[in-house]
């Protein structure tokens, strides 16, 4: 097991290192620069299309898609997750303070990424047999017709199945399961196996179930976790203007100051910035397409303005919680990793219950990462072999779920991190081809349908007839 852990170590390294370290950064000062800006231009219109109406009630979703919120409760619960506490944790061991500023930089060109995703997703999306469905399948193959748009749209679709379906919901359960041994001292497996067995109701009961069960636990599970982060910071604030100084140094020099982690690079901070802030937003890694391509909005660049919000949630609040908690309590030593680090900082920040608060909290933050994943993958298994086969995935979803609560979690994180940037490479491919839709929904939405005028982009765009239907 120790060489395979080394080789897979080896192959990420490898692809992060010199190749997606810098082409999902790119892609998105690309995106900012072609959409001028768009993330600051209209970020506060955004905010407001996400909670201007915002109500834990909702609608009911049904087979012509979700509301808007429902898709951004959907893609935020697939991104706040053991990302957000547990990676974290893992950049700032492997990377130093510093990386957590390589994570702000990926976040805000990210931003733009994701906005281009979530417009496309929309732009490309289709009903068949009554049911909307949509995601990068779909613009792929819009992009590049013939042979080349069919293999690469299979190759995403089988990459996410594994990427998130499998690999990453071991990554979920896995720190699920650290999570409550260190707090109650309970099984790993026993764990693995409760969470296995409520994910099979939430599967069962298909899109309707999903969405109301994220957009009402979402936003909860985020608030509470605030909250216990703002308590620690705020009786630690003496500390947090040391903090901003280590991250903004050792980003550039990592040995510079006390606080840095012997023998880290400014490569290394780089490389674990990016590659935990996209495990934890999955800007440009094609996951949230699937949520937003069944929004039910008048415009596609709505649902943009959504997913940007989305990404700001994600790195901006919730990371940022956990990384300077974690500064300010004096957790980083070097050696503790994973949850057993966020643990120790909340332990030190509130006590004696702190385990239990992280405990509970990551239950529900990867728990409904666990449901938004197995939908985005769920809808490639559908366009590669069909509805019948779904079963066949469903029970090996829940199997690896079970398998990930108590396997190592180096093994876990590599494996995730390997096949997650392998996924997000057809992903760009087809971004880029699409670039100039995008620039167009956009320049559609400020021009016509913001005047009142009859958009281009209001109706769906014709997909290839020979992408393969599923019986809904």
């Known amino acids: 097991m120790t060489i395979f852990t080394a080789a897979i170590e080896q192959a990420s390294d490898i692809l992060w290192n010199s190749l997606l370290l810098f082409l999902l950064v790119g892609t998105g000062v690309f995106f900012t620069i072609r959409l001028r800006g768009v993330q600051l231009r209209r970020f ?47 950049a700032l061991v492997s990377g130093g303070p510093g990386a957590l500023f390589w994570v702000w930089v990926s976040a805000f060109f990210g931003m733009a990424t994701i906005y281009a995703e979530a417009v496309l ?9 009554g049911k909307v469905t949509g995601g990068p399948a779909y613009y792929i193959r819009a992009a590049f017709k013939g042979t080349f748009g069919k293999v690469l749209a299979g190759v995403f679709s089988v990459l996410i199945i594994l990427a998130l379906g499998f690999m990453g919901n071991m990554v979920q359960s896995n720190s699920i399961g650290d999570a409550f041994h260190n707090a109650f001292g309970m099984s790993h497996l026993a764990v693995g196996i409760v969470v296995a067995v409520i994910a099979a109701f939430i ?3 298909g899109v309707q179930r999903i969405a109301a069960v994220t957009e009402k636990i979402v936003p909860i599970m985020a608030a509470f976790y605030i909250v216990g982060c703002v308590v620690i910071l705020v009786m630690n604030y003496k500390v947090l203007p040391n903090a901003f100084t280590q991250i903004f140094v050792l980003a550039f020099n990592p040995q510079a100051m006390a606080g840095g982690v012997a023998g880290v690079t400014v490569q290394q901070a780089m490389r674990f910035g990016v590659a935990r802030g996209l495990f934890s937003n999955e800007a440009g890694m094609g996951s949230t397409p699937h949520a937003h391509a069944v929004a039910r909005v008048k415009h596609p660049a709505e649902q943009g303005l959504a997913a ?8 901006f609040i919730v990371v940022n ?9 004096g957790a980083l030593d070097g050696t503790t990793t994973g949850i057993a680090l966020t643990q120790k900082a909340f332990t030190l920040g509130l006590g004696t219950i702190g385990n239990g608060f992280v405990a509970v909290c ?6 409904t990462t666990i449901v938004g994943w197995y939908f985005f993958a769920e809808q490639n298994v559908k366009y590669l072999v069909g509805v019948r086969y779904v079963s066949i995935y469903r029970v090996l979803v829940l199997a690896f779920i079970m398998a990930g609560s108590f396997l190592h979690v180096t093994l876990v994180w590599e494996l995730a991190d390997l096949f997650n940037g392998l996924m997000a490479i057809p992903n760009i491919i087809a971004l880029i081809g699409l670039s100039k839709v995008v620039g167009r929904a956009l320049e559609d939405y400020e021009k016509k349908f913001l005047a009142g005028e009859t958009p281009e982009f209001g109706e769906l765009a014709p997909v290839p007839a020979d992408i393969p239907r599923y019986n809904g």
């Open 203 to 205: 599967f069962l009961g």
């Open 44 to 90: 506060g219109e955004g905010f407001h299309r996400v909670f201007g109406n915002f109500t834990l009630r909702g609608k009911k979703a049904d087979d012509q898609g979700m509301s808007s919120f429902q898709a951004l409760a959907t893609a935020i619960a697939a991104q706040v997750g053991t990302g957000n506490i547990t990676g974290c944790a893992t």
């Open 321 to 329: 919680m956990t990384a300077f908690v974690i500064l300010c309590t």
């Open 308 to 315: 940007i919000i989305g990404l700001f949630i994600d790195t």
């Open 121 to 129: 997703a929309q732009r490309y999306r289709t009903t068949v047999n």
């Open 362 to 367: 990551l239950l529900f933050f990867a728990f």
